[in-house]
């Protein structure tokens, strides 16, 4: 390491000793509120450079789909490829309950539900079901379906503050909205392409949706292609009046946009309403709410190639397209790179009081921490010995929870003596062309692919593509092969 290196490494190592040292002497003299003082601490940059491993919650017989605290903080719910759902004491590393879901299939989800004393549990899973579990008074546990989808349901959100409302999508491509008093399932729409060109895909296989925590009446929903649509609850007819599929606003980095390559594994809405975005072979995007394309986008013709938006680094104040900038120049959002989302379907999360940090897991089996602000990259941490999929927040403390494709649950604190300095064997991904291909894809999508791609082949007035479509032919075969072998969502 050069001099400069360790010149910069020894300015913010003093920085991060002073920092704490004058917001104490400003509670001293009440220029900084407790509530303040305690935010700043939480937030502090020393903190996570100080995360290291609390504990390994080791109970699972399979990869971990799906860590999540609930409201209070002092229960973490987990579920995994082993059907079954484990309610932890993290701090004791203590099992509190375990029980089988009732799912036939890898546990995707598992969150509790608010304001129910811990005993109200949804799930979704790989075969598609959606259900609910109620913990009894003497700890047993009764289980019920509540809905389905037609492929596997990666996610659901539950309604900020509310016991009884959530949401789930699927690689269906359906959204549906649950409300737990009744039982009763609403298919709210089908999401679908914004045009033909991806005249093999009928629906869009989602793999993420996220709520809206300061308007629970926005959320959005993301998957097999390039962007997140938002919707207003609001504006759906519940006696089924009105189509409800059209969305109220479209996001999506500029340089993606027609990008056939692309897809979302990821969403998290932030306490500002920042709409965070983690694409498959790509990079994790901030949105604010004026980034929005409106609720009709113009047709799909990307503004730049992928190899130009890997060199875009980190600058989110450069203009649109020159074809765009001469009318209407936008700011384009943050980017988040050096992390790798090429296997499997990843979460992304805010992290800190105020989201002051963005989180994500890797293929590389390692914690990626940026600041939310400039995209630095400050932290990275061995985490699992393949893959890293979920990072989970702690809602109160600077905690985290972390999973992947190893069976166990690992807990990570602020405990460490030394701060933490970047690795230097850090790789920096740049994405590849062709990668993505739809791993989430259906049988009947992968049908419909091969016939778009058999007409390719034999289109008299395209001969200079049968080649490119024949090498394209054979990846889609062998990709879909390949991870039709895996039984885990989250398998590499």
């Known amino acids: 390491m050069d001099d400069a290196s360790n010149n910069n490494n020894n300015k913010r190592a003093r920085t991060s000793v002073d920092k704490p040292l004058v917001d104490v002497w400003l509670r001293e003299l009440g220029q900084l509120s407790t509530r303040n003082f305690a935010l700043r601490r939480r937030a502090s940059e020393d903190l996570v450079l100080r995360l290291g491993i609390y504990a390994k919650l080791d109970k699972h017989r399979g990869c971990v789909n799906t860590v999540s605290f609930n409201t209070d903080g002092d229960i973490l719910i987990s579920g995994s490829d082993d059907r079954r759902v484990i309610l932890w004491d993290w701090k004791t590393e203590r099992v509190k309950l375990s029980f089988h879901s009732g799912h036939n299939d890898n546990v995707f989800q598992a969150k509790i539900m608010p304001f129910t004393d811990d005993r109200?549990?949804?799930?979704?899973?790989?075969?598609?079901?959606?259900?609910?579990?109620?913990?009894?008074?003497?700890?047993?546990?009764?289980?019920?379906?509540?809905?389905?989808?037609?492929?596997?349901?990666?996610?659901?959100?539950?309604?900020?503050?509310?016991?009884?409302?959530?949401?789930?999508?699927?690689?269906?491509?359906?959204?549906?909205?649950?409300?737990?008093?009744?039982?009763?399932?609403?298919?709210?729409?089908?999401?679908?392409?914004?045009?033909?060109?991806?005249?093999y895909m009928t629906v869009v296989n989602l793999n993420a949706i996220a709520i809206d925590p300061r308007n629970a009446n926005l959320f959005a929903v993301a998957g097999s292609d390039e962007y997140t649509r938002l919707y207003d609850i609001r504006k759906y007819k519940w006696d089924g009046s009105t189509d409800f599929g059209q969305p109220a606003d479209y996001f999506c980095p500029p340089n993606l946009i027609g990008d056939e390559q692309v897809g979302i594994t990821g969403l998290a809405?932030?306490?500002?309403?920042?709409?965070?975005?983690?694409?498959?072979?790509?990079?994790?995007?901030?949105?604010?709410?004026?980034?929005?394309?409106?609720?009709?986008?113009?047709?799909?013709?990307?503004?730049?190639?992928r190899s130009e938006a890997s060199e875009m680094g980190s600058d989110h104040t450069s203009a649109a397209s020159p074809s765009t900038a001469n009318t209407d120049v936008k700011i384009a959002p943050q980017v988040y790179k050096g992390h790798r989302n090429c296997v499997t379907v990843k979460g992304v999360n805010f992290f800190g009081p105020k989201c002051e940090y963005v989180v994500s897991g890797s293929d590389c089996g390692r914690i990626f921490i940026w600041k939310k602000k400039g995209g630095e990259l400050i932290r990275v941490i061995e985490a699992d010995r393949h893959v890293v999929n979920c990072i989970e927040p702690h809602p109160h403390s600077t905690v985290l929870a972390s999973s992947g494709i190893e069976s166990d649950i690992k807990i990570w604190t602020p405990n460490a003596a030394d701060r933490a300095t970047l690795p230097t064997n850090i790789e920096q991904f740049k994405p590849k062309a062709n990668r993505w291909m739809h791993h989430v894809l259906s049988p009947e999508d992968l049908m419909m692919q091969l016939f778009s791609l058999q007409r390719r082949r034999t289109s008299p007035e395209r001969n200079d593509e049968n080649s490119a479509a024949g090498r394209e032919l054979l990846q889609l075969i062998l990709t879909f092969n390949a991870n039709s072998d895996g039984s885990s969502d989250d398998d590499p």
Not at 137 to 161: D, F, M, N, S, Y
Not at 272 to 294: H, K
Request: aromatic content about 8%.
């Open 120 to 199: 109200s549990i949804v799930t979704c899973a790989a075969d598609g079901q959606v259900r609910h579990a109620q913990i009894l008074e003497r700890g047993g546990v009764e289980t019920k379906l509540l809905g389905k989808h037609q492929g596997r349901a990666h996610k659901l959100a539950i309604e900020p503050g509310s016991p009884h409302v959530f949401y789930t999508c699927g690689e269906d491509g359906l959204v549906q909205h649950f409300d737990l008093r009744t039982g009763a399932a609403t298919e709210l729409f089908t999401c679908r392409p914004i045009d033909d060109r991806r005249n």
């Open 269 to 305: 809405f932030s306490d500002q309403s920042e709409l965070l975005v983690s694409y498959n072979d790509e990079f994790i995007y901030l949105f604010t709410q004026d980034m929005g394309l409106g609720p009709n986008p113009p047709p799909s013709s990307p503004v730049s190639t």
